[in-house]
């Protein structure tokens, strides 16, 4: 009942802030702009989810081996197609790495379960680290957008979100501190996993170079994006732009970062100067290239679901023949 109540929570803030936005914006031009898309663009976008993909089910079996656990290279890239698909089309943006995370660990021993699960988190982690950093230098270097984003943080309007963000913080503590003595030794063998598999010396090179090129074709994507609505928009005005809607969409709050990356691109797009609308646009055609680049998940998904009705359908007729034997 909670995770229906929360998956609820999460499909509407989705609708409420596609809703907003398509109030204040022109969402007749919008979707023209989105009916006259480049095909060459956006099959060169969808193409660019295998080398994504590929290259996201290595750094999840190097992670996976540096914990202990055997992870063959077909499944993982099955599951890791299976699991960008769910995270596509469920509330939340994790739910696919759970299922991932949880079908791999009941294909292994009962006392590797654990392991299967901290490798997709610290697997996770590592996709996480790189982003920021990746958002951290393109900041730097975008000296016009950097100043206009620390003068609207610092303007009077914004300190309720201060004021909640601070509110929300203090709940993680106080949440963090009832439940330590719980989750502390849960946390110690985390710790522990993440020296072997993200932070030692031997794995780290390996683990930020992947998902340094993992980040890389997302951005891809967005050009690809751009490319296909024809926008005229040069690399270095569109590269400090889109770090920050790729760190919106991994807040689990909305479905596949739906709402959250339209807003922050209506935010981002007028501090460097540029119309909402476009930033607004751009992400959108992003989203559906990601969604359908997603779609061999499907493939995987309908796989294994008539696998398991032929199983269940032959379950009978061999509990039929076995009592003909007996009879």
């Known amino acids: 009942m909670k995770s229906r109540h929360a998956a609820l929570l999460r499909l509407g803030v989705t609708l409420a802030l596609l809703a907003t ?3 204040q914006l022109n969402t007749g031009e919008i979707v023209a702009r989105l009916g006259a898309l480049s095909p060459l663009w956006v099959v060169a976008g969808i193409a660019l989810s295998l080398p994504q993909v590929m290259i996201s089910a290595w750094r999840w079996r190097l992670t996976a081996h540096h914990v202990g656990v055997a992870l063959p290279w077909p499944c993982a890239l099955r599951e890791y197609y299976l699991a960008t698909f769910l995270n596509q089309i469920l ?3 994790v739910m696919g790495d759970a299922t991932r995370a949880w079908r791999h660990g009941s294909h292994t021993d009962a006392g590797q379960r654990g392991a299967a699960i901290r490798a ?39 300190s309720w979100a201060w004021a909640i963000a601070a509110a929300a913080l203090l709940v993680l503590i106080a949440v963090a501190s009832l439940w330590r003595r719980r ?13 072997q598999a993200l932070l030692g010396s031997h794995v780290w090179p390996r683990q ?3 998902s340094l090129l993992v980040v ?25 732009l889109i770090p920050p809607l790729l760190l919106a969409m991994a807040i689990p709050l909305s479905v596949a970062g739906w709402g959250l990356r339209e807003g922050a691109a209506a935010l981002i797009w007028p501090l460097a100067g540029l119309p909402a609308q476009e930033g607004v646009t751009l992400s959108i055609t992003y ?16 796989r294994d679901h008539w696998t398991e009705r032929r199983r269940a359908d032959a379950t009978p007729r061999a509990a039929v023949a076995s009592d003909r034997e007996i009879g």
Do not use: M, N
């Open 21 to 23: 936005l398509a109030w």
């Open 287 to 302: 989203g559906l290239l990601i969604l359908l680049g997603s779609l061999p998940g499907a493939l995987v998904l309908a």
């Open 216 to 240: 890389a074709t997302y951005v891809a994507v967005f050009v690809c994006a751009a490319r296909a609505l024809e926008l005229p928009r040069s690399l270095d005005v569109l590269l400090p």
């Open 120 to 158: 997709v988190v610290i697997e996770r982690a590592s996709g996480q680290i790189a982003l920021v950093l990746v958002a951290l230098v393109t900041l730097a270097a975008a000296a016009p957008l950097r100043e206009a984003i620390v003068a609207g943080l610092g303007s009077a309007h914004l």
């Open 208 to 210: 930020l170079l992947s």
């Open 183 to 195: 989750l502390g030794k849960a946390l110690a063998r985390l710790g522990q996993d993440l020296r």
């Open 91 to 93: 509330p939340g943006g």
